[in-house]
């Protein structure tokens, strides 16, 4: 998740996570904790996707190739999640009021382009997702990324 930035001037700072707050907002939760997210393809519609951690919550939020929309017969698949549900969410399931409080504070307009709210929310996730690894170290993203690898299968 760490690789992709969407450009944006300023990213909220908030104060670093301590090892219990990573340790709780990296982890993959359970199936009743997940986090539904869509998808809209043309052809295939909406489709309903579950997520499990938060590295898989960033991946999918800054996953639209906005590059290729409009172009002639591109096949673009728009990632969508509802921010609302997604600040619930960070705060009650991922434990991050902080984070939480900082998406809300963006006051983000469900009502605008989808694009724009990414635009807004994006650099925050990544920001704050790379705290939580500066806080349990690199070898910890790499087991993460495995772990969702071996879930997807």
Known sequence: MTEQVADIESVVELPAPDQELAERATRR??????????????????????????????????????????????????????????????????????????????????KAPYKAQVDLLGPLLVSRYTQYMEVLGPETEESADSEESEGSE
């Open 29 to 110: 939760v359970e199936w009743a904790d997940r986090f539904r997210v869509f998808r809209m393809a043309a052809g295939a519609g909406t489709l309903a996707d579950d997520l499990y951690s938060m590295a898989e919550i960033g991946r999918f939020v800054l996953g639209t190739r906005w590059e290729m929309a409009g172009e002639l017969d591109a096949k673009v698949t728009f990632n969508w999640v509802d921010v609302s549900k997604l600040i619930t969410w960070i705060e009650n399931v991922a434990g991050d009021k902080e984070l939480a409080d900082a998406i809300a504070g963006l006051n983000i307009d469900p």
